[in-house]
């Protein structure tokens, strides 16, 4: 059964930086496209930046393109988020999440079968 435990969560001002990561195992992580998912307060849960299979498509919402950046380390079955120039808006719950799917359909859909437990993020002055 594969497992998804994120970190790097906190409180950050407005214009700040944050990465998050997260460690599975249990997963043939290699086969896998990884992905964050965010669920801000009263807001459905988007796709906020998904990777496919060793790393060759890349997928944002357009709302984080240019300021978040997804990585991935097989060897160290981990995943990362980087996080700059936070607003307000980013504010939520962010999941690390896998799965079969394109990175694109995966953060299109918001779907995926494994997700961590998520990780609080507030941007707040």
């Known amino acids: 059964q594969g497992q998804l435990v994120e970190s790097g969560g906190g409180l950050v001002q407005p214009g700040g930086s944050l990465r998050l990561s997260c460690a599975t195992s249990g997963l043939t992580v290699e086969t896998k496209t990884l992905g964050w998912f965010r669920q801000g307060p009263g807001k459905e849960t988007e796709g906020v930046a998904c990777i496919s299979r060793r790393g060759g498509s890349l997928h944002y919402v357009r709302s984080v393109k240019g300021r978040f950046t997804i990585s991935r380390d097989d060897a160290d079955n981990t995943i990362a988020l980087q996080m700059n120039s936070l607003k307000p808006e980013d504010l939520g719950v962010y999941y690390c999440?896998?799965?079969?799917?394109?990175?694109?359909?995966?953060?299109?859909?918001?779907?995926?079968?494994?997700w961590g437990q998520g990780t609080q993020v507030i941007v707040s002055s």
């Open positions: 999440v896998a799965d079969n799917f394109s990175a694109e359909a995966m953060c299109i859909a918001a779907t995926a079968d494994y």
